[in-house]
């Protein structure tokens, strides 16, 4: 099973550019993520703190905003995609 | 052969004919009586009797039955002198089955000259007519849609990336007055996107330089300047008036300002961001939907908030999510369609996707959890570690 991520524009000089990864093997949303931290050095710091997601980092599976679901407990299935998504304020 | 003044003659001995006196007394309920203008349109829309229906008479017959159903109804027809309604009113009596149909003697000349009130309605010029005319052919907008522009008050937040094009568009569209706020001038490292300025105006204030380029598609647009930056000390009297605001600003206070001002007025805010080729897009409805804290509770520590102005955008980024800033703003001031409250729409170029995120109002959000009332001035534009956040964000 596979689950895609999509990484905006301000974390991908920590994910050596990619827009775009699969994560494989996950079950949550807590192990995408764990599965993306083994893989990419600083990116943990960039949207975590304390264990938890940064207050200005949110995370949707299949559109939905994770806050509103079972935070990083929120299961994942085959095929499903996760989008993480820091505010930007630029104009 | 009858001549027409004889067949005039004989359509009126057929048919009832009405004094004005005896209509004007029907006002203002007519007791179900309907009233029918069978003039041109350019004659209706010149003057008509209050509360009129207009068929024009070479239309009679298609579109009566949409104005006036009910054939049983009682039906006084009118025109400028009373020969037009005489005519038309034998052929609803005689041909279309109207049981009860009048015309009214001396049409509406008689009625004016008996000193009668009369309705003047508000009609576009027929250089609007020509310039909307594309609106007006789209029934989610038409005449109604277009009124409603140009009675519109629209507050721009930053004539930059994203409020280059959305002013230029929403001028065109026929927005009637525009505000501008920006305190920066014209730069030329600006016009890789922020196309409503020009070679020209470089070193020019933006909201001169933009109130240049909105009269230049379209002067009858007013155009308000705030050559200013928002703060919590002027941000309620700038924004109070205003129908919907556009947010372009480039930075996280002004947007936590905007987001709570907006709130404690209920003034919807369509709200934009763009970095490198990514852009966020969502309308902020006041109590309607989430708020901008429901979705970002604080914003990130300036080391983690990157700019354009550090990290670069695509210029033609800014001009989609603009445009669709102003479709949002067209959908929010003429009531058509589903406006994007509640919803984040993501725009990736590189990939070329669009994706569609559900937002929800947080429950325990500091601001929009609260009545309108409750929003003190002290905290509107605060956040966790406000102070250090702008400390170095310099």
């Known amino acids: 099973m596979s689950v895609t991520v999509k990484i905006p524009t301000q974390l991908r000089n920590v994910t050596a550019g990619d827009a775009e990864t699969t994560v494989d093997e996950a079950t949550t949303v807590g192990e995408v993520l764990d599965g993306l931290y083994d893989r990419y050095d600083g990116l943990r710091d960039r949207i975590a703190e304390d264990g938890d997601l940064r207050r200005f980092v949110n995370v949707y599976v299949g559109g939905e905003d994770i806050r509103f679901l079972d935070g990083l407990d929120t299961s994942v299935e085959d095929g499903d995609e996760v989008t993480i998504l820091p505010a930007v304020a630029g104009g | 052969m009858a001549s027409g003044a004889e067949l005039i003659r004989r359509a009126k001995e057929q048919i009832t004919e009405v004094d004005p006196r005896e209509v004007h007394d029907l006002l203002p309920d007519r007791n179900g009586t309907v009233v029918v203008d069978v003039r041109e349109q350019q004659e209706f829309e010149q003057s008509h009797v209050p509360g009129a229906k207009h068929v024009p008479r070479g239309h009679l017959e298609s579109r009566i039955e949409g104005k006036a159903g009910d054939k049983s109804a009682r039906l006084i027809l009118y025109c400028a002198s009373g020969n037009r309604s005489a005519l038309a009113a034998r052929t609803l009596q005689e041909e279309l089955g109207y049981e009860k149909v009048e015309s009214m003697t001396g049409g509406i000349t008689l009625w004016k000259d008996r000193g009668y009130e009369v309705e003047v309605p508000r009609s576009l010029t027929a250089e609007q007519r020509e310039r909307y005319s594309r609106h007006l052919l789209v029934p989610e907008i038409g005449f109604d849609g277009q009124m409603k522009l140009l009675d519109a008050k629209v507050l721009l937040l930053g004539a930059g990336g994203l409020g280059s094009p959305t002013a230029l568009y929403l001028a065109a569209a026929g927005v009637g007055t525009m505000g501008i706020v920006d305190d920066d001038v014209v730069d030329l490292s600006n016009l890789q996107r922020q196309v409503i300025h020009t070679n020209e105006r470089i070193g020019m204030p933006k909201v001169d330089s933009a109130e240049q380029g909105i009269h230049d598609i379209n002067p009858g647009v007013e155009v308000v300047k705030y050559q200013t930056r928002l703060d919590a ?91 669709l800033q102003a479709i949002e703003v067209v959908k929010l001031v003429t009531g058509s369609g589903e406006p994007l409250i509640g919803r984040l729409l993501l725009y990736e170029a590189l990939g070329t996707t669009f994706t569609n995120l559900k937002l929800r109002r947080d429950p325990d959000c500091p601001i929009c959890s609260r009545d309108p009332g409750e929003i003190s001035d002290e905290e509107m534009g605060v956040f966790p570690d406000y102070e250090a956040f702008c400390a170095a964000a310099g």
Request: with cysteine; net charge negative.
């Open chain 2, 233 to 323: 000390s002027n941000i309620l009297e700038i924004i109070e008036g205003y129908d919907v605001i556009v947010d372009g600003v480039d930075n996280f206070p002004t947007r936590y300002l905007l987001n709570d001002a907006s709130v404690r007025l209920k003034i919807p805010v369509v709200s934009a961001s763009i970095l490198g080729f990514d852009g966020q897009l969502s309308v902020f409805a006041p109590y309607e939907g989430p708020c901008y804290r429901c979705l970002y509770p604080t914003p990130p520590p300036a080391e983690l908030a990157p700019s354009c102005g550090a990290n670069g955008v695509l210029g033609a980024l800014p001009g989609i999510m603009g445009v």
